[in-house]
């Protein structure tokens, strides 16, 4: 099972590592990402900070002895569990960033001055809740479209490339699909299917994979009557060639767009997912949700929402940019206007 | 172009500035004797035989009158006659038996209602006879009704032979199904031991003596009903149901119900209590005999003393689904009474008493105990939790019991406002013991750590996999809030070396393990109908076990000691056999640890100066009929809390024109 | 014409038909009816009660062939679940919730008015807004003021709804005072008093995306041929903006809005259920919390039913302003 989820994390690693490569020897990829590094290096390297924090929380294994929590030592525990030992880190209750007592009462604290983000009700540290978020934000964002878009491109060009009763299979589903609201139909799957991380990504997959596949099936239309298509057809390359060759490279902006727009969406649902109850254990969705009355507590605390609606937001804003600037920097329509 | 935007956000904030209130209700009810409450829990239904929670006995218990009633300042509670003219005293019969006698008061008229001039047109009301009682007797033995209590009144004499001959009949013939429920009842033959001696005689008789039946004719279960009511509200062409309609006697009238939204109790006119020959019943008149205490705490108003009640015109229940914008609006008035939230508990709190702040304010705090409890329990048909597991199952319940400290769980989830449990029973009842103390429910980690050793699980280790033994806790709720929860709870047992998983599923998939006895700890609680052990000991009895019988103890405990004691206690008149008998049956649930009793909730209320005669009954239902209010009071100070804070509207409108003026900086910039 | 109306509506009718049965695998294939009425009626209820609820709500069928009575009548083959769901949504006729019994039409009815309260002045100011601040961009685009805007655009919709909410009720309801907190009133005097905040929050969360989308629409007309000949012809600015832009923009942006109307029906599920508003997105949220099943499907099939419908307007008003589309 450990071997499995480490092998799974490994395999998506080599995977965006494959296709950073293959873009790499390609000119026009490597100077849009040269392009996209002037445009938007924050958000890049923020991304970056989250991808790292969540991969190194993805990596588990079991081993080393806890004192504090006896069983901790018989279950698997991520590189961020290592390094931060929440069953080492807790406290009785709330306390306040940096603090050196308890925010109720004057009890010293057991670590005072090590929360950087103070302690949530339970006396967990707020940081390392916010590190944890991380990895199922990435979980609901990223793993979702990575099985939303391809198939959702698998559907969407061969409707619109064979046309004819493909086409109109597909289209009907869409049109099915996205008749109902989307919010309405990823709850009411949710409710179906029960509460738990696959159900809330498999409800947000088939929910969030229509969108996507009338955009490529719109997109596969149009390219199937380009004339180096029609060319390539009538020298007798074979279908799965044409798409491979020529429709899918030409539709890889779009893939990388919606990709980053679907991200954001995914992640900003899960939220409204938390607090109908049924969204991820450990999202920041979660979080707000719990800490969202904390705001009346006289006196206020504020840091529980506040680390992980800033968590939130910025991923969230950073995705938005960098899918802002690849709009400018790779979609052929908007490229032909700058140069 | 400026001038233009400048002189719109003048007119704006013009507006904005005078029409800025937070005031929720309408100009036209000001000065008005209407009491402004709230309710979260949407009713299902208000036909008291079935109403049993909370929420609908607000409405039902002031709308619909019962033969006895709860005395409203006495404690430990006391009944006293309400439509009845006595409470009565016990007769015993020959074989065993008991009969309770009522003489119903006269005068008393259902509220004026169109359903009565459904046959007779033009008449709009009539006087209750002992035949109403008797009627909703029969609805409550209906096996259609499904009343919750049925099975309370099993010593009635002839209940079940009724319900029996009711459903042999329906199964029999279709047709009968079809009639009006009062024409089944009458072919039925109705219930032997609910006896309407005249129209103004109701007798009870019961098969074996019971000293707790008295109890449920201070309930609205045992309301007089009006066969009319309930043939005419039948939900057909648009008539509502009867569940959703009242046609009671009570001092209110249910004047609007929209359930999902508001409702509203108005004084009813024709109330028994407003006609002079019932001056002098005790349930009409405010009590003389007022608690100094009560009057020294601003609680009771003395000059109240033998003044003829309602006092009030209406009582507004607005819905509020979040507590913490129902707890804002209290404190900026809009509500008369509310309880405290926990986020602001501290501010309004401060060492057992009311703030100075708040005090200062004129409100009041009343504290009490609900006859509740709060508990974990343990599935004990589980083969590694449960009875099968003998001496090692028992030892690891007891390690578990020992470990939960709910002294911490109080002051983290509901700053203190609880009383820890030492035993199923909370204070107040027969039986409980301020003194005692439960060997297993005082935190002890080393003792807990012996057992465990002892029961074969040295330090959370299963011999049989060499890894930490792993339990479910069960919850069928994913709210946030209550998994904050179930993770305090999870993690003292971790402590221990048990890898015990939180499975918070929706309720559906809860159900369904329960259904298939596939859970292992949950959690639970219960709120008593009346003051009685008995009332909370039967959870544990084994023939209301989830697996024999869909019943109410779900942790399946089934204990031959304990269930013998329970049938020789359960209908016991309060002595020291009984006593003994608690007393051995509390022994029992200490050792076996069917459940890990976590606390007694404690009330805490707040109200408003201006709310008058407000004392608070954990048991018994609201009774508006006692409470004032003096609105002149109240739309004083209303307006003196509620000034809005206007400074950052004009900031605003000043924000917008810093924005305007560079964008027309640019604009000239550009044409010229 | 006619041929495309009826290819176009038959289309949808096709439609709502698959919706149906989308909702029917959902709802009673997956589900298991034990659990939704074991919630209703509650756990101690006895076994007759319980098999009695199931029959009253139409749960006890079998779900595609009635064969029991085939012998007997040969009729009864649909008296199956799969045919009840389509005969009762086809016709309208919704049943009773699963939670308290009281018939859902009624529900839908009451509820109705209060989502339209809301979602109607959202709906109007949200548009008038974001059009109006999408042409003040348009208009200065490629300044200073244009990319503040769309970087504070992107700031807006980088925030999730829930903390907008939360964060109006605690500044503007509580350390403002300007509006209640939360409530609703079905009395005209005080109604608009707790619709502010609601309607602030909407805009404000909404605000983001909008602007973007009304900006991109009115660069685009900014760029055609006839703008130029209007500037030629001594045309002042404010008049090219609002008489030939905005005009001609028109029926993109009231594409995007007709899209947007059947919606309104539905209401808001956050904000009428923090807001305390008594509307249909509120009661879909109950209906979750509740169990309610049939509340639920009813409002997502409601939902898909809107929707398809102001597709076939939008389409049908796209095919008489412009002939070609007909012929495809």
Redesign the interface.
């Known amino acids: 099972m450990i071997l499995v989820q480490n092998l799974l994390v490994l395999t998506i690693v080599a995977g965006i590592a494959w296709v950073a490569y293959a873009a790499s020897r390609d000119r026009y990829w490597r100077e849009s990402a040269r392009e996209m590094w002037r445009r938007r290096p924050v958000a890049l390297v923020v991304v970056a900070i989250y991808l790292v924090i969540g991969l190194l929380d993805s990596v588990a294994w079991v081993g080393g002895t806890v004192a504090e929590d006896p069983t901790a030592a018989y279950l698997p525990r991520s590189v961020i569990d290592r390094i931060f030992k929440p069953e080492a880190l807790k406290e009785a209750s709330y306390s306040a960033p940096l603090a050196d007592k308890a925010f109720y009462g004057s009890d010293a604290l057991k670590h005072p001055g090590k929360h950087w983000l103070g302690t949530d009700i339970l006396g967990r540290d707020v940081l390392y809740r916010t590190f944890k978020g991380v990895r199922v934000a990435l979980l609901v964002g990223g793993l979702t479209s990575l099985v939303a878009i391809p198939l959702a491109l698998l559907f969407g060009v061969s409707a619109g490339y064979f046309g004819k009763r493909v086409d109109d299979a597909v289209f009907f589903t869409m049109t099915v699909l996205s008749s109902v609201p989307s919010l309405l139909l990823l709850i009411a799957l949710i409710m179906v299917l029960g509460k738990g991380a696959v159900q809330v990504c498999i409800a947000l997959g088939v929910t969030g994979w229509v969108h996507f596949c009338r955009i490529s099936r719109g997109e596969a239309l149009k390219l199937r009557e380009m004339d180096y298509v029609a060319s390539a057809r009538v020298l007798g390359v074979s279908d799965g060639k044409i798409i491979v060759r020529h429709i899918l490279p030409n539709m890889a902006h779009l893939v990388i767009i919606t990709f980053a727009l679907s991200f954001t969406g995914m992640v900003l649902t899960e939220t409204t997912l938390s607090y109908l109850g049924i969204g991820l254990d450990g999202s920041w969705g979660q979080m707000i949700d719990q800490a969202r009355n904390e705001l009346s507590r006289t006196p206020i605390i504020w840091w529980n929402i506040a680390a992980a609606a800033t968590a939130l937001f910025a991923l969230v804003l950073a995705v938005n940019l960098i899918a802002d600037g690849l709009r400018d920097v790779i979609d052929p329509r908007t490229r032909r206007e700058r140069t | 172009m400026l001038i233009r935007i400048s002189r719109i956000a003048a007119l704006f904030l013009a507006l904005a500035w005078a029409g800025c209130t937070n005031d929720p209700y309408p100009d036209a009810d000001k000065g008005r004797k209407v009491l402004y409450t709230s309710f979260s829990e949407v009713p299902k239904t208000l036909d008291p035989a079935v109403s049993y929670t909370t929420s609908e006995h607000v409405i039902t218990g002031n709308v619909y009158d019962t033969l006895l009633e709860y005395h409203y300042l006495e404690r430990p509670y006391k009944l006293i006659a309400g439509l009845a003219e006595a409470v009565p005293e016990p007769e015993a019969l020959p074989d065993g038996g008991q009969r309770y006698r009522f003489r119903i008061r006269p005068g008393v008229r259902f509220h004026d209602d169109i359903c009565f001039g459904a046959r007779s047109p033009g008449q709009r009301s009539r006087e209750v006879t002992a035949q109403d009682f008797a009627f909703q007797f029969a609805r409550l033995a209906d096996p259609a009704i499904n009343s919750p209590v049925a099975s309370s009144f099993v010593q009635v004499k002839g209940f079940q032979a009724f319900a029996k001959r009711l459903a042999d009949l329906r199964k029999a013939d279709p047709a009968f199904v079809k009639q009006a429920a009062h024409v089944q009842y009458a072919k039925a033959g109705g219930i032997e031991g609910v006896v309407a001696a005249s129209d103004r005689d109701l007798e009870i008789v019961l098969t074996e003596a019971n000293a707790q039946i008295l109890y449920w004719f201070a309930m609205p279960f045992t309301t007089p009903i009006a066969w009319e009511a309930v043939a005419y509200y039948d939900g057909r062409e648009g008539r509502p149901n009867f569940a959703d309609h009242v046609v009671g006697t009570g001092p209110f009238r249910l004047a609007v119900y929209d359930k999902q939204l508001r409702y509203v109790l108005a004084k009813n006119p024709t109330w028994y209590g407003l006609r002079d020959e019932a001056a002098s019943a005790p349930g009409v008149a405010f009590p003389s005999n007022i608690d100094p205490a009560d009057v020294a705490a601003k609680r009771i108003d003395p000059a109240y003393a033998g003044r003829r009640m309602p006092f009030l015109d209406r009582v507004n229940f607005a819905r509020e689904r979040e507590n913490i914008p129902r707890f804002n609006k209290f404190l900026q008035g809009y509500y008369d009474d509310g309880g405290i939230i926990k986020e602001s508990f501290d501010a309004i709190v401060q060492g057992d008493r009311l703030s100075p702040d708040m005090a200062k304010r004129g409100m009041r705090l009343d504290r009490e105990v609900e006859p509740s409890i709060f508990y974990i329990g343990f599935n004990m048909n589980d083969p590694v939790l449960g009875s099968k597991g003998g001496e090692r199952s028992r030892k690891l319940r007891q390690a578990m019991s020992l470990v939960v400290d709910t002294e911490t769980f109080l002051q983290l989830f509901l700053n203190g406002r609880g009383v820890p449990a030492q035993s199923p029973l909370p204070p107040g009842l027969f039986g409980y013991d301020a003194n005692y103390r439960n060997p297993f429910r005082q935190p002890d980690q080393a003792k807990a750590k012996r057992l465990l050793a002892e029961a074969g699980y040295a330090n959370g280790i299963d011999p049989a996999t060499q890894a930490p033994l792993k339990l479910t806790f069960d919850m069928g709720n994913t709210s946030a809030q209550s998994l904050l929860e179930s993770e305090f709870l999870v993690g003292a047992w971790r402590g221990l070396g048990l890898n015990v998983e939180i499975a918070a599923t929706t309720y559906n998939q809860f159900q369904d393990k329960v259904r298939r006895g596939a859970y292992q700890i949950f959690r639970w609680g219960w709120n008593a109908d009346f003051p009685d052990p008995e009332n909370f000991l039967f959870l544990l009895e084994c023939s209301n076990a989830q697996a024999n019988s869909n019943g109410p103890n779900t942790a399946n405990f089934c204990n031959d000691g304990f269930d013998q004691r329970y049938r020789a206690m359960k209908d016991m008149p309060n002595n020291e056999t009984r006593l003994r008998l608690v007393k051995e049956m509390l022994a029992i649930t200490e050792a076996e640890r069917p459940w890990i009793e976590l606390f007694h909730v404690e009330d805490f209320t707040l109200s408003h100066a201006w709310l008058i005669n407000s004392k608070p009954m954990g048991l018994s239902y609201p009774a508006f009929k006692y409470k004032d209010v003096d609105p002149g009071m109240r739309e004083r100070l209303i307006a003196q809390w509620n000034e809005p804070v206007r400074w950052p509207l004009a900031l605003l409108v000043i924000g917008v024109i810093a924005l305007a003026v560079p964008a027309v900086r640019t604009y000239y910039r550009e044409r010229t | 014409m006619a041929a495309y109306l009826v290819r176009r509506i038959s289309y949808g009718a096709?439609?709502?038909l698959?919706?149906l049965f989308?909702?029917f695998v959902?709802?009673f294939a997956?589900?298991?009816p034990?659990?939704?009425a074991?919630?209703a009626?509650?756990?101690?209820?006895?076994?007759?009660?319980y098999v009695?609820w199931k029959k009253n709500h139409g749960y006890d069928k079998p779900l595609f062939l009635n064969r029991e009575y085939a012998a007997s009548n040969a009729k009864r083959y649909t008296d199956t679940l799969l045919f009840e769901h389509y005969r009762s949504m086809l016709t309208f006729d919704f049943g009773r919730s699963d939670?308290?019994?009281?018939p859902i039409a009624d529900?839908l009815l009451?509820?109705a008015g209060p989502s339209l309260s809301l979602t109607v002045p959202l709906f109007i100011l949200d548009v008038v807004v974001a059009v109006a601040v999408g042409l003040?961009v348009a208009f200065?685009r490629e300044?200073?003021?244009d990319r503040t805007v769309l970087v504070l655009c992107?700031?807006t919709?980088?925030?999730?709804?829930?903390?907008y909410i939360?964060a109006g009720?605690?500044l503007i309801?509580?350390?403002?005072?300007?509006?209640?907190?939360?409530?609703?009133?079905?009395?005209s005097?005080?109604i608009w008093?707790?619709l502010a905040l609601p309607v602030i929050v909407g805009v404000i969360s909404g605000f983001g995306s909008d602007v973007r989308l009304y900006r991109t629409i009115f660069i685009e007309e900014m760029g055609r041929d006839y703008v130029r000949t209007a500037r030629a012809k001594g045309a002042g600015?404010?008049r090219v903006m609002v008489a030939h832009v905005l005009r001609n923009a028109l029926i993109p942006i009231i594409t995007n809005v007709v899209i947007a109307i059947p919606?309104l029906f539905?209401g808001s599920?956050?904000l009428e259920?923090?807001f305390?508003i008594?509307g249909l997105g509120?009661?879909?949220?109950?209906a979750?919390?509740g169990?309610d099943?049939a509340t639920?499907?009813t409002?997502?099939y409601l939902?898909?039913l809107l929707?398809?419908l102001g597709?076939i307007l939008t389409d049908v008003s796209y095919a008489i302003a412009d002939p070609r589309v007909r012929l495809s």
């Open positions: 096709v439609t709502v698959g919706v989308l909702l959902l709802f997956v589900t298991n034990d659990d939704i074991r919630k009626v509650g756990e101690r209820a006895r076994p007759e009660v009695q939670a308290d019994d009281t529900r009451k509820g003040f200065f300044t200073l003021i992107i700031f919709m980088s925030v999730a709804t829930l903390l939360i009720q605690y309801g509580m350390l403002l005072k300007w509006f209640p907190i939360s409530g609703y009133s079905g009395d005097s005080v008093r707790f600015d404010a919606f539905t599920l956050l259920s923090f305390g008594p509120a009661m879909t949220v109950e979750i919390q169990n099943f639920l499907r409002m997502v939902g898909a929707f398809i597709q």
